[in-house]
């Protein structure tokens, strides 16, 4: 019920060695110039209580990525304002391109990834999010991911 990306589409393993860049299992920095942390886009399973999840990575400025990584261990956080931020995943399922489209990074309990919510626009992605998807719309993106792994 989840499929994740493990960096933002930006990331090159040569920034390994760079020592102004660091990629983490949620947090990313680029040359100490582009800043994201990790999060669910989270879309209802229409019918069910289930939840379908796309793991994904959002680009933050930097002063909302320096506040997300001063909370980040703080109980509490949740009640920190939303982090807008840009997606940075490239989901190739749908027809229209995935990257950059405008989120808002809603931080949740400590050890939760945070919840990324789409700008409500007619993306498939953000009406998906916003209305759901069947069982066999989960088991279409299953088949189309595994296949193309």
């Known amino acids: 019920m989840s499929y994740s990306s493990m960096a933002p589409d930006v990331w090159d393993p040569s920034f ?9 299992s949620d947090q990313c920095v680029i040359k100490d110039q582009h800043f994201f942390i990790r999060g669910l886009v989270e879309i209802p399973v229409i019918g069910s209580e289930d939840v379908f999840s796309w793991g994904v990575w959002v680009s933050l400025s930097r002063d909302n990525f320096a506040r997300a990584l001063e909370v ?5 956080r949740e009640a920190e304002k939303p982090y807008f931020g840009w997606l940075s995943t490239e989901l190739a399922l749908y027809s229209e391109s995935t990257t950059n489209l405008k989120t808002n990074a ?9 919840f990324i919510e789409l700008e409500p626009t007619n993306h498939p992605l953000a009406v998906e999010q916003r209305t759901g998807i069947t069982r066999d719309r ?3 993106i299953a088949m189309a991911v595994l296949h193309r792994a």
């Open 106 to 114: 809603h931080t949740r309990p400590v050890g939760q990834r945070p």
């Open 16 to 24: 390994e060695s760079d020592p102004d860049s660091m990629l983490s």
């Open 72 to 76: 980040w261990n703080t109980e509490g």
């Open 138 to 140: 989960v088991r279409e």
